[in-house]
């Protein structure tokens, strides 16, 4: 009995070995492959707005007057 446990021992060991070998093989296997690449044609961006604004200037009382009387500066 003890030689059938000596021969079975070592039987073992290379079965847990050639089982775990396969399964790191079946990982490495089924490893994704991600690429990144840059695209041929530009991004081009469409955009429509609209910009509306306003320009509220406050100025002095004597340049206002001064702008009343010579309306041909600006």
């Not at 446990?5 to 492959?33: H, Q």
């Amino acid at each position: 009995m003890i030689t059938n446990v000596e021969f079975k021992l070592p039987t073992v060991r290379m079965g847990v070995m050639l089982v775990s070998i396969a399964l790191f093989s079946m990982t490495l296997a089924g490893c994704l492959r991600l690429e990144v690449a840059t695209p041929d044609k530009p991004i081009n961006i469409n955009m429509n707005v609209k910009i509306e604004h306003e320009i509220h200037i406050k100025v002095d009382r004597q340049i206002e007057d001064m702008l009343k009387n010579n309306s041909n500066l600006f």
